[in-house]
């Protein structure tokens, strides 16, 4: 499986402003995956980000909010753009690894975020 | 169409006993089903997975899982609970052909009594 890096695991921010989370993985992967997790909730899919496309977006999130870079098969970036405190929490990126119909994902530690 | 269903929000063991979490998916593919631990400030960690072969699926750390197609159930097994087992698991199904969305349950916190 891979090993994936997030940085930063965690950050408090003033509402108004924006971060980028970085991902970094430990071997080249086609598919690479930014979720959200609200306090106490499950996972929800943000966006699908593959190499040498524009990322896509799952209903009810937009590009001008979290825009995406993915410029290489290792890097991924999540940026959280004009932050309310709504936008509290956890960040995950993960990738599929492997061949075949429905590999797993293997996630990243997240960065927890808190929005003042 | 595709969704998972966690049927306990929390479930409390006692150190050394068994652990059930029970999983329900609904899916109009052949499901590949998964279950994944989250332990605190900690990302997901893959336990096991389904994808049409054995039924019994072996994981890691002594759990097992069991796909019931009848039962469109996927539960998850220890025969004894560790403290270190205390986390919130999630149940995953995805489908069809390819890459297909993952799908997730709402999640189990599981707590182990010493």
């Known amino acids: 499986s891979a090993v994936i890096s997030q940085k930063p695991s965690r950050d408090i921010c003033q509402r108004g402003t924006s971060l980028t989370i970085q991902c970094q993985v430990d071997s080249q992967v086609t598919m690479m995956f930014w979720y959200r997790q609200q306090p106490g909730q499950s996972l929800t899919l943000i966006a699908t980000a593959n190499q040498g496309s524009e990322a896509t977006y799952e209903s009810g999130f937009v590009i001008d909010k979290f825009p995406i870079s993915r410029p290489n098969l290792t890097f991924s970036t999540l940026t959280v753009s004009n932050m309310s405190p709504e936008d509290s929490s956890i960040y995950l990126c993960?990738?599929?690894?492997?061949?075949?119909?429905?590999?797993?994902?293997?996630f990243g530690d997240g960065t927890r975020l808190s929005i003042l | 169409a595709q969704s998972v269903t966690q049927l306990d929000s929390h479930v409390s063991v006692s150190e050394g006993t068994p652990v059930l979490l029970r999983c329900n998916y609904s899916?109009?593919?052949?499901?590949?089903l998964f279950w994944y631990v989250q332990h605190p400030n900690k990302g997901l960690q893959l336990l096991l997975k389904y994808t049409s072969a054995a039924t019994l699926v072996k994981g890691i750390n002594g759990f097992e899982a069991e796909f019931k197609k009848s039962e469109t159930s996927f539960h998850l097994t220890k025969p004894s609970a560790h403290m270190s087992d205390a986390a919130e698991y999630f149940c995953?199904?995805?489908?069809?052909?390819?890459?297909?969305?993952?799908?997730f349950g709402s999640g189990t916190k599981l707590n182990v009594k010493p």
């Open positions: 993960s990738v599929a690894t492997g061949t075949g119909n429905n590999q797993p994902q293997h």
């Open positions: 899916s109009s593919y052949s499901p590949s």
């Open positions: 995953v199904v995805s489908g069809g052909v390819g890459f297909n969305k993952f799908y």
